[in-house]
C-alpha cells in the first residue's frame, strides 16, 4: 500500500472555473511551496512562471490543459519521467477522469516502486551473471519436505526444467550418480561434522552422456538441529578431460605417439604432425580418412597442410606453432574449420604442442582433435533459440509494466463506480452509473483481448506459411478504403512485381498492411491531398515492404522510443489508443523480421518492414 504522500491530485470544474488544488503536488511537482495555482494557470501553463519551471512539469500540465480542452476524452492515464536534476528520475502516474463540467486528477509519485523494482532486477541479474561467468549453479535441498530447488545454471546444469521444486524421486539421484553411496557417505559425515562436503561424482545426464560433477553441500542447522543443505554443482566435465589430456602429453613423448598409434587409429580422434614449416609429417587413419587422399600414409606426407585451410586458419596454425615452439611441452588450444573429402565443412578442436627434444633438433608439433560439427552447429542454434527466448522475455516484461498501469487504473475505476452506487438511493440514480460501468468493462476486455493476442503470437509455433500474392493481398486492402480513396481524392501508387509470390503468414501481413493503410488515410493532411505508395522488393531471401505518406507525420524526437510501444500514440482518441503499432511489431517479429519508422512532423511516415522469404 502506498503512503498518502505518495497521492496528489485536483478539482476543476471548466463551468465555474473553479480550482481545488491539493498542497502535496507542490512537494511532488517541486513547486513553490506555498504557491496555489488558479484555473486560469492550469488552462494556461505557458503563462505560469512555477509550471514553466520545469520542462516535464510543463508537459504533464499542458497534457492535462489538453485533455480539459477535448470534453469527448472522459479518462486518460499516463506515466511521466520528471527530471529535476537530482540523482534520481521521479516517476508520476497521472490519472485524468471527467464527467461532465467536472475534471478529477489524481497524481502518484510511483518513483519508490520503480527504483524497488529496478534494484531488485539488478540483484537477479547480477547473480545470474555471477553464476554464469563461473559456471557454477546453486542447489537447496529441504528434510522436512525431501524438495530440492534450483537456481537456473543449476537447472541448466542439470538439464531440467525450471520448477518451483523438485521431489528427491522425480531427480532419480540414486540413479544417476554412478558412485551414489560415495556421495551418501560423504553427506551423512557432513551432517555430522557438520563441516562442507566437496566431492567429485559422475552424473548420467541422459542415455549418452556422463558428465563430471563438483557437488559442495554444507548442512544448515536451527536449535541443534539440521533444517536444510545448500551447495554448489559445477560442471567439471571439459577441466577434467583438458587435465587428463595435459597429463598425458606430460608424460614419455614417443610411448604417446605409439600409445596414439596403436589405439587412436580406430577412434574418432583425429592425430597428425607438422614440422615447423607447416609440412605434414604424420597422421593417423581416421584423419586420412575424413581429410585425406587416402588410407596410406604416403600420400599426403610432405605436403604443406597450410595450404589446405582457408587463409585465417592458417593464420592462426602459424601462431600455435610459434607459441608451441616458445613454450615447448605446454598445450595450446585452437579452434579450426576444413572441408572434408566430401566438400562438406567441419569445425574441430586441437590440443597443440611440441613433440621430440628441442635440445637435440627441431621438434614437432603435434595436434590432437576432434570433430565438433554437430556440437558447433547445434550451439549456434540453441544461440538463435536463446535470442528468441530473450525477446520473448522483453515484450512480455514491457507488456507487464504497462498492463499493470492500465489494469490497476480499471479496477480503480470499478471500485470507485460501485462506492458511488452504494451511496444511490434510487434505482434511477443507480442506472446513471451502469453506463461508466459499461465502459470500463470494456476496457478491461480491450486489455484481455491483446494480452490474449500476444500470448497466442509468441506460443504458437506451428506456424501456417503458405504463398502469399503480395499485389493481390495489397489490392483486397484497397477495395476496402475505396470508398475513402474516392471521397478524399487519395493517389495510390503501388510497386509490387507481378507473379512472384513469397511464403509466409497472410493473416500477419493482412493485419500489419491494413494497419498502415488505415493510419495513413486517418492521419492524412486536411490541406494536401494524400499520396499513399506501397512497395515490394526481393533481394537474397529477403522481403522489403516500404509504406509511405505524405499525411501529417510524426515527431520522432519525440516518440522514437514509443512509437511502438503499447497505448503509446501521437493521436489518442477513445478508438484509437495505440495498439494497433504494438500489435504489428509483434507479428512481424514472429515471423523473423524488423520494421521501423521514419518520419518528421508534417512531412509524412515511411514505415520499413524487411521480412525472410521462406521460400528462400
Known amino acids: 500500500t502506498s503512503p498518502v504522500e505518495d497521492f496528489g491530485g485536483f478539482y476543476a470544474n471548466t463551468a465555474t472555473n473553479e480550482l481545488h488544488w491539493n498542497p502535496e503536488n507542490n512537494r511532488m511537482l517541486k513547486i513553490k511551496k506555498d504557491w496555489t495555482p488558479k484555473f486560469y494557470d492550469l488552462v494556461n501553463p505557458i503563462f505560469s512562471k512555477q509550471f514553466k519551471a520545469n520542462n516535464g512539469v510543463l508537459k504533464l500540465i499542458n497534457d492535462i490543459k489538453k485533455l480539459i480542452d477535448n470534453p469527448e476524452v472522459s479518462r486518460h492515464s499516463k506515466l511521466y519521467q520528471l527530471n529535476f536534476s537530482l540523482p534520481k528520475i521521479h516517476h508520476i502516474h497521472m490519472i485524468y477522469h471527467r464527467s461532465g463540467d467536472e475534471i478529477f486528477v489524481v497524481l502518484k509519485d510511483e518513483s519508490k516502486f520503480l527504483d524497488l523494482e529496478e534494484q531488485d532486477n539488478q540483484k537477479k541479474t547480477f547473480i545470474q551473471e555471477v553464476e554464469a561467468l563461473s559456471g557454477i549453479g546453486g542447489w537447496q535441498f529441504e528434510l522436512a519436505k525431501q524438495e530440492f530447488k534450483f537456481t537456473g545454471n543449476a537447472g541448466k546444469i542439470l538439464n531440467i526444467a525450471p520448477k ?69 554443482i559445477q560442471d567439471i566435465t571439459e577441466d577434467k578431460a583438458n587435465l587428463d589430456m595435459l597429463s598425458l602429453l606430460s608424460s614419455d613423448v614417443q610411448q604417446q605417439v605409439d600409445f596414439y598409434k596403436s589405439l587412436v587409429n580406430n577412434s574418432h ?19 586420412r580418412s575424413v581429410f585425406g587422399k587416402g588410407e596410406l600414409p604416403d600420400k599426403d606426407h610432405n605436403e604443406n597442410e597450410l595450404l589446405k585451410y582457408q587463409p585465417e586458419n592458417r ?21 579450426l574449420d576444413r572441408r572434408d573429402k566430401s566438400g562438406k565443412n567441419r569445425f574441430t578442436r586441437w590440443d597443440c604442442s611440441t613433440i621430440g627434444d628441442i635440445g637435440i633438433k627441431t621438434p614437432g608439433i603435434l595436434f590432437i582433435g576432434v570433430d565438433i560439427t554437430e556440437l558447433q552447429e547445434s550451439k549456434e542454434k540453441l544461440v538463435g533459440l536463446l535470442d528468441e527466448i530473450t525477446l520473448h522475455n522483453e515484450q512480455l516484461v514491457e507488456l507487464s509494466q504497462v498492463l499493470n498501469h492500465n489494469v490497476r487504473s480499471q479496477v480503480a475505476n470499478l471500485q470507485g463506480l460501485l462506492n458511488l452506487m452504494r451511496l444511490m438511493k434510487t434505482a434511477e440514480e443507480k442506472m446513471e452509473y451502469f453506463n461508466y460501468l459499461d465502459q470500463t468493462v470494456e476496457n478491461l476486455n480491450e486489455i484481455t483481448a491483446i494480452v490474449s493476442s500476444v500470448l497466442h503470437i509468441q506460443n504458437n509455433k506451428n506456424l501456417e506459411y503458405e504463398e502469399v500474392n503480395l499485389q493481390e493481398l495489397v489490392d483486397s486492402l484497397i477495395m476496402e478504403v475505396i470508398e475513402d480513396i474516392l471521397n478524399h481524392s487519395i493517389v495510390v501508387d503501388i510497386d509490387i512485381p507481378a507473379e512472384k509470390p513469397i511464403v509466409s503468414i497472410k493473416r500477419y501481413l493482412d493485419f500489419v498492411l491494413r494497419e498502415l493503410i488505415s493510419n495513413a488515410i486517418r492521419f492524412r493532411k486536411a490541406s ?77 511516415s515511411t514505415f520499413v518492414i524487411e521480412l525472410p522469404d521462406e521460400k528462400n
Open 164 to 232: 518451483p521444486a523438485f521431489s528427491f524421486a522425480s531427480l532419480q539421484v540414486d540413479e544417476r550418480v554412478k558412485d551414489y553411496a560415495e556421495l551418501k557417505d560423504g553427506i551423512k559425515q557432513a551432517l555430522e561434522t557438520k563441516k562442507m562436503y566437496s566431492g567429485d561424482h559422475e552424473y548420467v545426464l541422459d542415455k549418452s552422456s556422463l558428465k563430471t560433477f563438483r557437488i559442495k553441500a554444507k548442512p544448515i542447522f536451527k536449535n541443534q538441529r539440521c533444517e536444510r543443505l545448500v551447495g554448489t
Open 315 to 335: 593464420v592462426k596454425i602459424q601462431k600455435v606453432i610459434q607459441q608451441c615452439l616458445q613454450s615447448p611441452g605446454s598445450s595450446f588450444p585452437i579452434m
Open 528 to 604: 494536401d491531398p494524400l499520396h499513399l505508395s506501397i512497395k515490394v522488393r526481393q533481394t537474397q531471401g529477403k522481403v522489403n515492404i516500404t509504406v509511405e505518406d505524405n499525411g501529417k507525420g510524426i515527431d520522432m524526437a519525440v516518440y522514437k522510443d514509443s512509437i511502438f510501444k503499447l497505448y503509446q500514440t501521437p493521436n489518442a482518441t477513445p478508438k484509437h489508443k495505440g495498439t494497433g503499432l504494438y500489435l504489428s511489431k509483434m507479428r512481424i517479429q514472429a515471423l523473423g523480421g524488423t520494421i521501423h519508422l521514419e518520419s518528421n512532423a508534417g512531412q509524412g
Open 269 to 287: 580422434v583425429f592425430i597428425f604432425q607438422l614440422d615447423p614449416d607447416g609440412k605434414l609429417v604424420y597422421s593417423n587413419k581416421q584423419f
